[in-house]
């Protein structure tokens, strides 16, 4: 979720007649066995935000052109990244190149592997760039993984634009991919899940999923807004306070 679109405090401009539901209080699950995990990826699972450092490092200067008129509430997040994609300069395999050498939060790995042994759907949910997902989740051995991102193109020319699997019209952060939406669906509910993660793209499923785990932004927003979250800095905290606690059953 690029710092770029999809970061700093709503403003009621952003999406006209649109607000965000009322918070209410995320307590964690006391039996994780009828529960989804959604992670979040740019920033979450990478130590880097993928997208931010492709931009910074590929797209023509008036990225930044778009950035401000998201920060002024002109566009939506979901305009200004297919605006800023449109403007990267690199191809395929170069873009690939630069993605496998962004570091992770080892958390991960145990994540995958406690969610894995007692059967609970672990998905990645980003508004981030899949190609750059995927390189990622390749390198550590992870592709295992599903991931539900948005999709670049290559349309029969050496520069990527974006399109949109996942949107809702109904998305009040104006994302490319609804977390909300997302987690609604594959037979769970909002209040079946627990959420990762740490920016703007991920306030509106804060607002809804049982339990949240939250750095960065989207702790200081939850902070600001009065939205329960339990604080992390890394996911090997996600995982010993989600399966400790998890696992104190009655």
Known sequence: MSQFCLSGIIHSTSRPGTR????????????????QVLCDFDGTITRTDVTDAILEAFA????????????????????????QVALIRADRATLIRF????????????????????????????????????????????????VISNHLVWNGNSFPSLSFPFPSPDCWTGAGTCKCAVAASGGFSPRETVYIG??????????????????????????????DCEP????????EHLFQKGEQIE
């Open 60 to 83: 023509l200067p008036a990225f930044r052109e778009w950035q401000g008129r998201w920060e002024r509430g002109e566009i939506t997040g979901r305009e200004c990244l297919s605006r």
């Open 198 to 227: 740490d920016g703007r793209s991920d306030r509106c499923v804060s607002t809804v999923a049982q339990h949240v785990f939250a750095k960065g932004r989207l702790r200081e927003w939850c902070d600001l807004q009065g939205v």
């Open 99 to 146: 993605a496998a050498d962004i570091p992770i939060d080892e958390g991960i790995v145990a994540l995958d592997q406690r969610c894995a042994e007692q059967g609970i759907p672990l998905t990645i949910v980003s508004d981030g760039l899949d190609l750059l997902i995927d390189t990622v989740l390749r390198r550590h051995g992870l592709s295992h993984i599903p």
């Open 20 to 35: 965000a539901p009322s918070p209410r209080r995320t307590d964690l699950p006391r039996d994780l066995s009828a529960f």
């Open 232 to 239: 992390f800095e890394t996911l090997t905290d996600v995982v």
